[in-house]
């Protein structure tokens, strides 16, 4: 039951790209948007952690700058894609982040010569037919760069998901993570709106705007982190997509943007194909695991036999 609160979570991150697009039709920037859904989910979680007696201090600095970067690129490039693209089709692009941890996982694989995990590898190609699918007959050479975006926004978010993970085995609480998380995309967003024209005097729709992604944004985030946390993680995982949904149906209903035959089909590809390779990274990952774990003759034999029984299988 607590992996129903990423429903919740996803009902909020549909609202927030909603806001998000009505903010830039509002000439708000996306570097504006940055930092004022950072200022405010920095001002939430440093209170949090007071709160919790919780220190900013951390012994790994490195880990979460790395992390702060790359998931702030992330963000920009959601919002980017956000404000060019069709609600549900920039969502879509934005959580193909499990295809691109799975490529990271058979990669991984190679290099450690565990061969490919076919199922797998069959899955990203199945999920990358999707985004061919669902682009190809549907977007204008205008939104090109914009869709190229989104797709970026979801391989960053596959990187920042790697640290996010290491920090976790360091034994860095959420609130820490999410903290510098939120630093880092206030400072970006600070700088990269002073060098892109400074900020707009928001209007009275331009406000609303600001506010309702404000609260989407750090209400989501709350409700995403508990629903890993305390639920199951494959379902977690896979009633992420439901964002999708959400999206595509307050797109059409908000902005009147058409649910084209083309664009559902590839969302159904990219979300089939996004839930089936977080299953099987999750396999390939906990493989690796008995891997290290071999380390006596009777370990060894028992992965061996685990091992040809895999290569029967297949």
């Not at 490039?77 to 499990?98: D, E, Q, R, W």
């Not at 899955?123 to 914009?146: A, C, H, K, N, Q």
């Not at 902005?255 to 089939?272: H, N, R, S, Y």
Request: with cysteine; hydrophobic share 50%; charged share 10%.
């Amino acid at each position: 039951m607590q992996s129903l609160w990423m429903v919740v979570a996803a009902m909020f991150f549909a609202v927030y790209a909603v806001c998000v697009k009505y903010a830039g039709m509002e000439g708000i920037g996306s570097f504006e948007v940055l930092f004022y859904r950072s200022i405010f989910g920095l001002v939430v979680f440093y209170s949090l952690m007071r709160y919790r007696h919780m220190t900013v201090h951390t012994k790994y600095p490195i880990d979460h700058a790395l992390r702060s970067v790359v998931g702030v690129g992330a963000v920009i490039a959601g919002i980017f894609s956000i404000s060019h693209l069709n609600v549900g089709l920039a969502m879509t692009l934005n959580y193909t982040s499990p295809l691109f941890v799975g490529c990271f996982t058979i990669g991984i694989a190679i290099m450690h010569h565990r061969g490919i995990n076919w199922k797998l590898l069959s899955t990203l190609v199945l999920g990358f037919v999707g985004v061919v699918v669902m682009l190809s007959p549907t977007i204008t050479p205008d939104e090109y760069l914009p869709a190229a975006v989104g797709l970026a926004a979801g391989f960053c978010t596959a990187v920042a998901v790697t640290y996010v993970k290491r920090l976790s085995i360091l034994h860095e609480p959420e609130m820490r993570i999410l903290f510098y998380f939120m630093l880092a995309g206030t400072v970006g967003g600070l700088i990269g709106t002073v060098f892109t024209g400074g900020f707009t005097m928001p209007n009275q729709a331009a406000l609303i705007s600001i506010l309702g992604f404000m609260l989407c944004a750090t209400f989501a985030q709350f409700t995403l982190t508990r629903a890993f946390s305390r639920g199951n993680l494959v379902l977690s995982g896979a009633l992420q997509y439901t964002v999708v949904l959400f999206s595509t149906i307050l797109g059409e209903i908000v902005f009147g943007e058409p649910a084209t035959f083309a664009i559902v089909c590839g969302m159904v590809l990219i979300v089939v194909a996004g839930i089936s390779a977080s299953y099987f990274t999750r396999q390939e990952n906990q493989l690796a695991h008995s891997v290290k774990k071999v380390t006596t003759p009777g370990h060894a034999e028992a992965h061996q036999r685990h091992m040809d029984a895999r290569d029967a299988g297949k």
